[in-house]
């Protein structure tokens, strides 16, 4: 029996997808001025930030291939068989579909939605993404083309927000305080961090499922961190105890259709130490700080000094782990970043009107020293004409979080 390298199913019906058909076409008509400025034929997305920025799709790779070929006239995603249709269903563009019965059936994909009479000449991959295997396998199909990296423009197109993207970054703000209230509520002496983070993501999963009833949902998330385990931005959730004393960090991460928000607390359960307040307060006083400080026209770096300088005075400086904020939009912990727009030394964007950025002081006070443990704030602000919009609404600092609990 002869089996299909690839085809085309349309199974079902296509589906509300998170933004409008206008929103779409005004992001691929945005790429293909960029294909024209630099000469570009077509463009093989591979990425899953890039693929749901510009289709809707959001992949599941599981090692596969994914990818989506964008020219003048066409777009098409390029998917595995074991997701049928749903490719297809959830996305505002064509699909074809490539099977797993012989090697590299995903490259026929590529070439039968061009064709082979005429390949196109000069050719754009995103070099952020694609591995040395995925470049030299494309490669070898085009072996008269040129080829030349779009991932910075793609970054820079994804860096100032439209209205539709605002909303649903508005909605995750909200629903990011929703999770830390329902963590707060979960606060006490002897449960301990997976039960709490548990508790904080199931609530905002409810929240966003009843906010968007017709979308999917994937990857909402909360890291719960407790006593040492603060020490780490990023450190998962463990099964550790909470004991009355203990410095927490409250991160919660709903996901919308593959937008990312966030909201980040230090908190401390019944009591905090006088050298826990100080530092604690420190944070809280470079926080505020950068609040003010960020509004359109004012370049990243201008940010970043001015905030090293009062972490200077008050002492706290060598105690500084990563960059005050980042941009927010199509990214996870899994995909995506927006590196033209984060607030650190080496980043000398200026701040424009939608774009979306975070302020986000951390301090980090290793476990030997008085006050030990990882301090850090985040609030998300929009820039706006001549100011900026702070949609993160959860309270900070010791008067608010000082959580008490028998």
Same mark, same amino acid.
């Given at each position: 029996?002869? !089996?299909?390298?690839?085809?085309?199913?349309?199974?079902?019906?296509?589906? @509300?997808?998170?933004?409008?058909?206008?929103?779409?076409?005004?992001?691929?008509?945005?790429? !293909?001025?960029?294909?024209?400025?630099?000469?570009?034929?077509?463009?093989?997305?591979?990425?899953?930030?890039?693929?749901?920025?510009? *289709? %809707?799709?959001?992949?599941?790779?599981?090692?596969?291939?994914?990818?989506?070929?964008?020219?003048?006239?066409?777009?098409?995603?390029?998917?595995?068989?074991?997701?049928? $249709?749903?490719?297809?269903?959830? $996305?505002?563009?064509?699909?074809? +579909?490539? *099977?797993?019965?012989?090697?590299?059936?995903?490259? @026929?994909?590529?070439?039968?939605?061009? %064709?082979?009479?005429?390949?196109?000449?000069?050719?754009?991959l995103e070099y952020d993404h694609m591995t040395l295997d995925m470049k030299d396998k494309i490669g070898s199909i085009f072996t008269f083309s040129v080829f030349s990296d779009v991932s910075k423009d793609l970054m820079n197109l994804r860096m100032v927000?439209?209205?539709?993207?605002?909303?649903?970054?508005?909605?995750?703000?909200?629903?990011?305080?929703?999770?830390?209230?329902? +963590?707060?509520?979960?606060?006490?002496?002897?449960? *301990?961090?997976?039960?709490?983070?548990?508790?904080?993501?199931?609530?905002?999963?409810?929240?966003i499922a009843k906010t968007y009833p017709g979308a999917e949902y994937m990857d909402t998330w909360v890291w719960f961190q407790s006593g040492i385990n603060t020490d780490g931005a990023h450190n998962p959730k463990t099964n550790r105890k909470l004991v009355?004393?203990?410095?927490? $960090?409250?991160?919660?991460?709903?996901?919308?259709?593959?937008?990312?928000?966030?909201?980040?607390?230090?908190?401390?359960?019944?009591?905090?130490?006088?050298?826990?307040?100080?530092?604690?307060?420190?944070?809280?006083?470079?926080? @505020?700080?950068?609040?003010?400080?960020?509004?359109?026209?004012? @370049?990243?770096?201008?940010?970043?000094?001015?905030?090293?300088?009062?972490?200077?005075?008050?002492?706290?400086?060598?105690?500084? *782990?990563?960059?005050?904020?980042?941009?927010?939009?199509?990214?996870?912990?899994?995909?995506?970043?927006?590196? %033209?727009?984060?607030? !650190?030394?080496?980043?000398?964007?200026?701040?424009?009107?939608?774009?979306?950025? $975070?302020?986000?002081?951390?301090?980090?006070?290793?476990?030997?020293?008085?006050g030990a443990g990882g301090y850090r704030e985040h609030d998300i602000l929009i820039i706006g004409k001549n100011t900026a919009e702070n949609i993160t609404k959860f309270p900070c600092g010791p008067e608010h979080n000082i959580i008490k609990s028998n």
């Amino acid at each position: 029996m002869e !089996r299909p390298d690839f085809f085309t199913l349309k199974n079902g019906e296509k589906v @509300k997808l998170p933004f409008t058909k206008q929103e779409y076409d005004r992001r691929i008509n945005n790429l !293909r001025v960029v294909m024209n400025k630099k000469n570009i034929e077509m463009i093989i997305l591979t990425s899953m930030h890039n693929i749901a920025y510009y *289709t %809707g799709f959001i992949y599941c790779s599981f090692g596969r291939p994914y990818g989506c070929v964008v020219t003048q006239d066409k777009i098409t995603t390029i998917s595995a068989n074991i997701d049928a $249709s749903q490719p297809w269903r959830r $996305s505002n563009c064509e699909n074809i +579909i490539y *099977t797993d019965w012989k090697r590299d059936n995903f490259l @026929k994909a590529i070439v039968a939605i061009i %064709g082979r009479d005429q390949p196109p000449k000069y050719i754009g991959l995103e070099y952020d993404h694609m591995t040395l295997d995925m470049k030299d396998k494309i490669g070898s199909i085009f072996t008269f083309s040129v080829f030349s990296d779009v991932s910075k423009d793609l970054m820079n197109l994804r860096m100032v927000k439209s209205n539709e993207e605002i909303e649903i970054i508005k909605n995750g703000a909200r629903i990011a305080d929703i999770g830390g209230e329902e +963590i707060v509520k979960n606060v006490r002496v002897g449960n *301990t961090e997976i039960e709490v983070a548990i508790a904080g993501r199931d609530r905002m999963e409810r929240e966003i499922a009843k906010t968007y009833p017709g979308a999917e949902y994937m990857d909402t998330w909360v890291w719960f961190q407790s006593g040492i385990n603060t020490d780490g931005a990023h450190n998962p959730k463990t099964n550790r105890k909470l004991v009355s004393g203990d410095i927490l $960090s409250l991160n919660t991460f709903p996901m919308i259709s593959g937008y990312y928000t966030a909201l980040e607390r230090t908190l401390f359960l019944n009591h905090a130490d006088d050298a826990s307040l100080k530092a604690w307060e420190a944070n809280i006083k470079v926080h @505020k700080r950068g609040l003010e400080l960020i509004k359109p026209g004012i @370049k990243c770096s201008d940010i970043c000094r001015e905030l090293n300088e009062l972490f200077a005075e008050l002492g706290y400086l060598q105690y500084r *782990t990563f960059g005050y904020g980042h941009s927010f939009g199509v990214l996870s912990h899994f995909y995506g970043r927006e590196a %033209g727009l984060e607030l !650190r030394e080496d980043i000398d964007t200026v701040l424009e009107e939608n774009m979306v950025i $975070s302020m986000e002081p951390m301090i980090m006070i290793p476990e030997d020293k008085p006050g030990a443990g990882g301090y850090r704030e985040h609030d998300i602000l929009i820039i706006g004409k001549n100011t900026a919009e702070n949609i993160t609404k959860f309270p900070c600092g010791p008067e608010h979080n000082i959580i008490k609990s028998n």
